[in-house]
């Protein structure tokens, strides 16, 4: 059986079909990008535009004002994120660390691993707080503190961070059921 159609309409048909999914696939990815741009422009608002009223913060850590404008982002966000955000456990905990953090301590990380059931058989999810202490016994201070809360079932420093090779960087782990 022989083809009808002439083969100049078949490759005219063949570029119409071609540049119709290609649009319909522009048409898609467009769309995507408007839901990200959705969701990324109001979680960029509040974290660039949020802040606290002055008299919340406490009197040692109104002395740096770096440090007071760091801590009232970081009180707003953790406010705001905390009404979309799918576990409270984690939340607190991290409200816990930061609350007990003294002011000589700046903190420039902050990372969640959520418990995996390859990773850990009693669900235990970790937080890592990577940052700079200006003093060694400001550390302790901190890792006694984190000890204490009851957030934590470990609180692990590293060695080198210990013994001080790091030039005031500190990481801190810590593991919970959150």
């Known amino acids: 059986m022989s083809n009808i159609i002439p083969e100049h309409t078949r490759r005219e048909l063949g570029h119409w079909y071609e540049a119709r999914m290609v649009g319909s696939l522009a048409g898609m990815m467009f769309v995507l990008a ?28 109104r002395g740096d004002p770096h440090v007071v404008q760091d801590l009232q982002h970081t009180a707003a966000i953790l406010k705001d994120i905390s009404a979309n955000a799918t576990s409270t456990q984690v939340l607190a905990a991290l409200q816990a660390a930061l609350a007990v953090r003294p002011s000589g301590i700046v903190i420039t990380n902050i990372r969640y691993q ?3 059931a390859s990773q850990s058989s009693n669900g235990e999810g970790s937080l890592v707080i990577d940052g700079y202490a200006k003093d060694r016994s400001l550390l302790d201070l901190y890792t006694a503190s984190l000890e204490r809360d009851t957030h934590f079932a470990t609180v692990t420093v590293p060695a080198r961070v210990l013994a001080g090779i790091d030039d005031g960087n500190i990481t801190i782990t810590l593991t919970g059921a959150f």
Do not use: K, N, Q
């Not at 422009?41 to 913060?57: K, L, N, S």
């Open 34 to 61: 408007l839901c990200f741009a959705g969701m990324i422009v109001p979680i960029y608002h509040v974290v660039a535009t949020r802040t606290v009223p002055h008299d919340a913060m406490s009197r040692e850590e």
């Open 114 to 116: 959520a418990a995996s």
